[in-house]
């Protein structure tokens, strides 16, 4: 449940390397269903759970990573009004046109202290195949794969995150469930929602701008984690790590690669988040723990492979 005008992270952009293996991984790995194509270089996807047109849109490109990150916001005034902010905030806002991604309004984009393209709108026509709104069955198709509900979140890497931490609860209305810093007081790391949840998005400090460290998507429960690791030895897919259990959000979780390099997490459980509890704070020298709950280790491939 959204607690602020932000409503949720709704649409994310990724560059992949090729559409035949990745794709086969999006659709029949993961679980994702294709809603249409743009031009000869964009496909457009969601999860069986979502309402909205679409989720994710893969773009063809010499080197995988991330396009962008875009917010759905309450309504039209809501959005004219975040955009003013955005401003004042000190980011230049440009337009991006209506249809520019198919089923969505219009959006407004701007570069944050971290590197990454930020992006919101308040208008996206619904999925022809969403979920069922009268007398509904648990689904209308049976899931495929590894089941994947909906995309959920995302980690992204950059530098400068006190200042992007900042601007997502001043200008986004969001709040910080969970902080990690130095041993020096400073940020290292921030979990950051406008929901429930215990994350929308994460930062983590980092000197080179614009990076994303994983993409992750919502499984219903620790069985389908399992579903999960199955599926990725199926397939030979690269594990990163687990099926393990993070401390920092309580979430149940495994990591791994797609076939373009871009690192995913499937994802399930995770604490209720409220805007008025404490904040739970991590030290650097605890992160292990924090991250991987049952190892208390981080092996260093998860901190330092980012696209």
């Not at 969601?46 to 991330?66: I, P, Q, V």
């Not at 949840?197 to 994303?212: N, R």
Request: aromatic share 12%; charged share 25%; glycine share 10%.
């Amino acid at each position: 449940m959204a607690l602020n005008g932000t409503l949720r992270p709704g649409l994310v952009q990724l560059r992949v390397l090729d559409f035949d293996k990745t794709l086969n991984f999006y659709k029949n790995i993961l679980g994702l269903n294709e809603v249409c194509r743009i031009g000869e270089d964009r496909i457009c996807l969601k999860g069986f759970d979502e309402f909205d047109h679409h989720s994710l849109t893969l773009r063809l490109a010499d080197e995988a990573g991330l396009d962008f990150v875009a917010f759905k916001v309450a309504s039209a005034d809501e959005l004219e009004k975040m955009k003013l902010a955005v401003e004042a905030f000190g980011y230049p806002v440009d337009t991006v046109a209506e249809g520019d991604q198919p089923g969505f309004g219009k959006r407004y984009g701007f570069t944050i202290s971290t590197g990454h393209r930020f992006e919101i709108y308040s208008e996206v026509a619904l999925a022809q195949k969403g979920p069922g709104i009268k007398n509904p069955d648990i689904w209308n198709e049976p899931p495929r794969g590894m089941r994947a509900q909906r995309m959920d979140h995302f980690l992204l890497y950059g530098p400068n995150i006190a200042e992007a931490e900042r601007f997502c609860k001043e200008v986004f209305g969001m709040f910080v469930p969970e902080v990690c810093n130095t041993p020096d007081g400073n940020r290292l790391a921030a979990w950051i929602t406008s929901s429930n949840k215990p994350h929308d998005l994460a930062f983590v400090e980092y000197p080179k701008p614009g990076k994303i460290h994983h993409l992750g998507f919502y499984l219903q429960d620790w069985a389908d984690v399992g579903n999960a690791a199955d599926w990725i030895a199926l397939n030979r897919l690269k594990l990163d790590i687990g099926p393990t259990r993070h401390a920092i959000t309580r979430g149940l979780s495994i990591y791994f690669w797609e076939p373009s390099g871009n690192r995913i997490e499937v994802y399930a459980g995770g604490y209720t988040a409220y805007p008025d509890n404490p904040q739970r704070v991590w030290d650097s020298s605890e992160l292990g723990r924090g991250l991987f709950y049952y190892s208390g280790e981080v092996i260093p491939s998860f901190l330092e492979i980012v696209t």
